[in-house]
């Protein structure tokens, strides 16, 4: 099996950050309409802003994850203290974004076809940010951590829980679109008004056609993206007190008392074929056949009722 290279969870989380107000500063760049998460922040920014000049996108976004965090105590009937930290994650992602935003505003855009690649470059970051704190400890953001925290206490697929989010999302911008700023390409509407809409940014405020494409493939390729980090990399925390527990494991390699080598399944029990080599049964040496003798003295034993002979081990006889 090829190593992994060990990229700890501290740093996966800090690179999720990084890389979450970086996509959507490109996103806003490409001027397709925001992502389905992003789309009610900015609205809500937009008509807020006219009466709060001192409101930046940022902070308007941290705030509106604060919203989320209390709508899920209700959902998930539970409260952590990582929803405190989660919010704690917000306020750096909304400082950092506010200041990514002002990078980018002196890049060229490039026309359409440079816009196109805004879009894909901002889709594609966004979608390694979420990867990122999928394998982190650490708090996500409150985008992340509604899935994560739906997904393991309904017991539901997270890519699944996502898609719906973000299908959710989009409903809901598209609600306070036309709430707050009317109806758009849409108010007087013509076939080539809707076509110059699409190509100047937005259809309706705040929502384009990246919008729409980014809730269609984001689930999908958070799922392609998933699988190929967790071959790629070890994410074990560099504080000790993180690190996922190990068994005692004797000197054949194997887990002793017949548990589960966390070392070589990554942290997650071994299934079918290959939980008979690490530890299903310890008595078996892994490629040998067990003793047929033996065997028999076990059926005999079974069916008669009577202490099994001298082929049992002992310790299987007192469990």
Known sequence: ????????????WALGVFLMA?????????????????????????????????LTFGVTGYLFQGLLILLLIPVTRRFRPQYLLSFLTAVI?????????????????????????????????????????????????????????????????????????????????????LALFGGGAFRDFTWAGLGRAILDGYVIEGIGVGTVVAALVGGPLIGLADRWFTRVFDTTPLIPCFRPKETVVG????????????????????RGENADAHGAKPDATPGMEPDTEDTAAEKTGAQSGETVGAGTDASRETS
């Not at 099996?1 to 996966?12: D, R, S, T, W």
């Not at 017991?155 to 959710?168: A, N, P, T």
């Not at 054949?252 to 029990?269: I, K, N, Q, V």
């Open 93 to 177: 992602y909304g400082y950092l974004f506010d200041f990514m935003l002002f990078l980018v505003g002196f890049l060229p855009v490039g026309g359409i076809l440079g816009r196109c690649l805004w879009f894909a470059v901002g889709e594609g970051v966004i979608v390694l940010s979420v990867v990122c704190f999928m394998h982190t400890y650490l708090a996500p953001e409150a985008y992340e951590l509604v899935v994560k925290e739906i997904a393991t206490v309904y017991r539901k697929s997270f890519h699944r829980v996502k898609l719906i989010y973000d299908l959710s999302s989009l409903l809901v911008a598209m609600v306070l679109s």
């Open 22 to 54: 970086m996509g959507v500063a490109c996103i806003s760049k490409s001027n397709f309409g925001y992502s389905m998460v992003v789309a009610p922040v900015y609205l809500l920014f937009t008509k807020l802003s006219a009466y709060l000049p001192f």
């Open 251 to 270: 000197g054949d390699g194997l887990p002793m008392g017949g548990g589960t080598d966390l070392r070589a399944t990554g942290g997650e029990p071994m």
């Open 1 to 12: 099996m090829k190593q992994k290279l060990h990229f700890p969870a501290e740093g996966v």
